[in-house]
C-alpha cells in the first residue's frame, strides 16, 4: 500500500503548479497516492494535468499587487491578513489530514500546509528571500519571519543543485536551516528535449504571475505588435478562461493555456522566447534546451535577481519592464543543456531514496 500524500501548491500564477507535476508524476510511477489541495489557476491546471486524481479546494493567501514598480508597500500592508490566512489554510490541512489519513503532506511554498498528524515537507528555492536596496533593514526581518514558518516542517526540499553551476544562486544557497534539508535537483514537467522543429513563430510570449502586472505586461505585447514583423503567439496562463482581449493586431494568436505537448511545440517552433523568468519557468525552459529573454516582474525581487544573474553569466538576456521594446528582443547563443547537466533533472531517483527512507 502507498502513502496518501497531500500535495499544496501555492496558488500565486502557475510556476508552483507546474513543478508538482514531476514531484507527482514521481510519486504515481512508485505506486503512492497523491492528493492535491489547492485553488485557483493552480486547481484548473492540476485537474487537466491529473483528471484521476482527488482534488481538494484549499483557498490560500491571495497578495494584492501593485501596479507600481515596486511591491513592498502592497506586500507590508498585506502582512495581518497573511498571518491570518496562514493561521487558517494549517487548520485547513489539519481537517484534511485526518479526514483523509493522509501520511505525509508536501507545500510547495506555501507556509500554513505543515500538520503535527503527518510528516511534513515544505518546498522552496527561495531560503535567503532578497529585498529592495532602498529597503535592505527588511532583509532579516522577512528571512526570519520566513524561517519561523520553515521550522514547522520536518524536511525542506529545494529545488535546485548544490554544487555549482546552481540555478538560484544566492537564493537557496546555503541551505543553512534547523530543518533537514535537501537539494532535489531541478523540477520540470518536462522530459529532457534535444529535438529541433522548423521555427515558424517570430516571438513566442509565455505570460505568468499575478495581476495587474500579467495584463500590464500582455498589454505592452499588444501595443506593440503592429511595429514588429513577424508571427507573435502570448499563452496568457489562465486556464480557467475562456476569454481573449479585444481588437488583437492581425499578426498575434492568443492561447489561454496550452497542454505539455501543445507547449512543447510551441517552444521548438519559436525562434525567440519572452517570459517573466519566474523559477518554474526557467527550469521549464533549459530542460528544453532553449533561452530567453526575460522580463521580471517589477518589484518582484527573486525574478529581478535571477534576470540579473543569469544575464551575467551570458545564458539568457532581460531588461526592466519599463524599458521592454519587442524591437530589441535579443537571444544570447549559450549551450544552455550543457551548462546545466541534464542529469539533475532525475527527481523520480530521489523521491525513490526518501520512499525507502521514510
Same mark, same amino acid.
Given at each position: 500500500?502507498?502513502?496518501?500524500i497531500l500535495i499544496c501548491p501555492l496558488n500565486w500564477g502557475l510556476g508552483h503548479a507546474t513543478r508538482c507535476v514531476p514531484?507527482?508524476?514521481?510519486?504515481?510511477?512508485?505506486?503512492?497516492?497523491?492528493?492535491?489541495?489547492?485553488?485557483?489557476?493552480?486547481?484548473?491546471?492540476?485537474?487537466?494535468?491529473?483528471?484521476?486524481?482527488?482534488?481538494?479546494?484549499?483557498?490560500?493567501?491571495?497578495?494584492?499587487?501593485?501596479?507600481?514598480?515596486?511591491q513592498v508597500f502592497k506586500l507590508l500592508t498585506s502582512i495581518p491578513t497573511a498571518l491570518k490566512d496562514f493561521k487558517r489554510?494549517?487548520?485547513?490541512?489539519?481537517?484534511?489530514?485526518?479526514?483523509?489519513?493522509?501520511?505525509?503532506?508536501?507545500?510547495?511554498?506555501?507556509?500554513?500546509?505543515?500538520?503535527?498528524?503527518?510528516?511534513?515537507?515544505?518546498?522552496?528555492?527561495?531560503?535567503?528571500?532578497?529585498?529592495?536596496?532602498?529597503?535592505?533593514?527588511?532583509?532579516?526581518?522577512?528571512?526570519?519571519?520566513?524561517?519561523?514558518?520553515?521550522?514547522?516542517?520536518?524536511?525542506?526540499?529545494?529545488?535546485?543543485?548544490?554544487?555549482?553551476?546552481?540555478?538560484?544562486?544566492?537564493?537557496?544557497?546555503?541551505?543553512?536551516?534547523?530543518?533537514?534539508?535537501?537539494?532535489?535537483?531541478?523540477?520540470?514537467?518536462?522530459?529532457?528535449?534535444?529535438?529541433?522543429?522548423?521555427?515558424?513563430?517570430?516571438?513566442? /510570449?509565455?505570460?505568468?504571475?499575478?495581476?495587474?502586472?500579467?495584463?500590464?505586461?500582455?498589454?505592452?505585447?499588444?501595443?506593440?505588435?503592429?511595429?514588429?514583423?513577424?508571427?507573435?503567439?502570448?499563452?496568457?496562463?489562465?486556464?480557467?478562461?475562456?476569454?481573449?482581449?479585444?481588437?488583437?493586431?492581425?499578426?498575434?494568436?492568443?492561447?489561454?493555456?496550452?497542454?505539455?505537448?501543445?507547449?512543447?511545440?510551441?517552444?521548438?517552433?519559436?525562434?525567440?522566447?519572452?517570459?517573466?523568468?519566474?523559477?518554474?519557468?526557467?527550469?521549464?525552459?533549459?530542460?528544453?534546451?532553449?533561452?530567453?529573454?526575460?522580463?521580471?516582474?517589477?518589484?518582484?525581487?527573486?525574478?529581478?535577481?535571477?534576470?540579473?544573474?543569469l544575464t551575467e553569466k551570458g545564458l539568457f538576456n532581460s531588461c526592466k519592464q519599463k524599458q521592454f521594446s519587442l524591437k530589441? /528582443?535579443?537571444?544570447?547563443?549559450?549551450?544552455?543543456?550543457?551548462?546545466?547537466?541534464?542529469?539533475?533533472?532525475?527527481?523520480?531517483?530521489?523521491?525513490?531514496?526518501?520512499?525507502?527512507?521514510?
Open positions: 500500500m502507498g502513502k496518501n514531484i507527482i508524476k514521481g510519486l504515481l510511477e512508485l505506486g503512492q497516492n497523491p492528493i492535491i489541495a489547492a485553488d485557483k489557476a493552480p486547481l484548473s491546471f492540476l485537474q487537466k494535468e491529473f483528471p484521476d486524481l482527488e482534488i481538494i479546494k484549499l483557498p490560500g493567501f491571495d497578495p494584492i499587487y501593485s501596479k507600481r514598480d515596486t489554510e494549517h487548520h485547513d490541512v489539519e481537517a484534511i489530514v485526518k479526514d483523509h489519513n493522509i501520511d505525509v503532506v508536501i507545500s510547495d511554498n506555501r507556509f500554513g500546509c505543515w500538520s503535527k498528524n503527518a510528516h511534513s515537507v515544505f518546498i522552496t528555492h527561495q531560503l535567503h528571500i532578497q529585498t529592495p536596496s532602498f529597503f535592505k533593514w527588511t532583509y532579516p526581518i522577512i528571512n526570519q519571519m520566513s524561517r519561523s514558518y520553515i521550522n514547522q516542517y520536518d524536511e525542506l526540499w529545494i529545488p535546485d543543485i548544490e554544487q555549482e553551476p546552481s540555478l538560484s544562486g544566492i537564493l537557496s544557497h546555503p541551505a543553512d536551516t534547523k530543518v533537514k534539508a535537501s537539494y532535489i535537483g531541478m523540477l520540470s514537467r518536462f522530459s529532457i528535449d534535444t529535438q529541433e522543429d522548423e521555427k515558424d513563430i517570430d516571438y513566442l /510570449v509565455i505570460l505568468s504571475g499575478p495581476e495587474p502586472q500579467r495584463t500590464i505586461l500582455e498589454n505592452i505585447i499588444i501595443k506593440q505588435a503592429p511595429d514588429v514583423e513577424g508571427r507573435i503567439v502570448i499563452l496568457r496562463a489562465k486556464p480557467n478562461q475562456n476569454d481573449h482581449p479585444y481588437n488583437i493586431p492581425e499578426n498575434v494568436t492568443f492561447f489561454n493555456h496550452a497542454d505539455d505537448d501543445f507547449f512543447v511545440e510551441l517552444v521548438r517552433k519559436s525562434k525567440k522566447i519572452i517570459c517573466r523568468g519566474g523559477y518554474s519557468s526557467l527550469m521549464d525552459l533549459i530542460s528544453l534546451n532553449r533561452n530567453a529573454f526575460l522580463v521580471p516582474t517589477p518589484g518582484q525581487t527573486e525574478q529581478e535577481y535571477l534576470a540579473k544573474y530589441n /528582443v535579443n537571444i544570447p547563443n549559450a549551450d544552455i543543456n550543457n551548462y546545466f547537466n541534464n542529469k539533475n533533472f532525475f527527481v523520480k531517483d530521489f523521491l525513490e531514496k526518501w520512499l525507502s527512507n521514510n
